[in-house]
T-cell receptor, first 119, second 116 residues
Framework: AQKITQTQPGMFVQEKEAVTLDCTYD???????LFWYKQPSSGEMIFLIY??????QNATEGRYSLNFQKARKSANLVISASQLGDSAMYFC????????????????FGKGMKLTVNP | NAGVTQTPKFRVLKTGQSMTLLCAQD?????MYWYRQDPGMGLRLIHY???????AKGEVPDGYNVSRLKKQNFLLGLESAAPSQTSVYFC???????????????FGAGSRLTVL
């Protein structure tokens, strides 16, 4: 079964500094996708970044990058130059692509972690 | 461009009452999902649908029923509400890009349900 683990319940970072949010995963399938979502205090879920298991390079989207270490089964989110608006809950999620080809479409989420950016 | 719309946004029920949460998407997405979010638990999948007329159970389906009679709508029903169903419910829809495998979910704003 797929499993996503986010062990950091909360982190604090100074504005303009970089921060790494940890995510480890467990799956027996060779083909999968990893996602990060942001949930600000207003409650909506915002997609940040995606990494496929066969992607050769780490994904980047603006200030967000994904440090994908396949052998360690980790997919850490790196936020460069933190901003006050980055304060939010962050969720790592995984989709099993092998089963998806058969029509099953499920995204499994971690429990999330809270990031607070201090001025 | 509305995206995913959930109604109602807030609801208070008494134990044993029934209700239906409505999710509507205008992006022509094939896949739709219902998640619940509880403190410290992340998002857990209740039911999902891979197309009109089809539904499937997720991780925590007990006590809920769903229907997808039209492609754009996905209804979540509680036949006999229990206090354990107090939660924030999120609907989402997606379209898979099979060239990349990316299946980015677009979420609704959430519906906060309290069962007394």
């Amino acid at each position: 079964a797929q499993k996503i683990t986010q062990t950091q319940p909360g982190m604090f970072v100074q504005e303009k500094e970089a921060v790494t949010l940890d995510c480890t995963y467990d799956t027996s399938d060779p083909s999968y996708g990893l996602f990060w979502y942001k949930q600000p205090s207003s409650g909506e879920m915002i997609f940040l970044i995606y990494q496929g298991s066969y992607d050769q390079q780490n994904a980047t989207e603006g200030r967000y990058s994904l440090n994908f270490q396949k052998a360690r089964k980790s997919a850490n989110l790196v936020i460069s130059a933190s901003q006050l608006g980055d304060s939010a809950m962050y969720f790592c999620a995984m989709r099993d692509l092998t089963r998806a080809q058969g029509g099953s479409e499920k995204l499994v989420f971690g429990k999330g972690m809270k990031l607070t950016v201090n001025p | 461009n509305a995206g995913v719309t959930q109604t109602p946004k807030f609801r208070v029920l008494k134990t044993g009452q029934s209700m239906t949460l409505l999710c509507a998407q205008d992006m022509n997405h094939e896949y739709m999902y219902w998640y619940r979010q509880d403190p410290g638990m992340g998002l857990r999948l209740i039911h999902y649908s891979v197309g009109e007329g089809t539904t499937a159970k997720g991780e925590v389906p007990d006590g809920y029923n769903v229907s997808r009679l039209k492609k754009q709508n996905f209804l979540l029903g509680l036949e006999s509400a229990a206090p354990s169903q107090t939660s924030v419910y999120f609907c989402a829809s997606s379209l898979t890009d099979y060239s990349t495998g990316a299946n980015v979910l677009t979420f609704g704003a959430g519906s906060r349900l309290t069962v007394l």
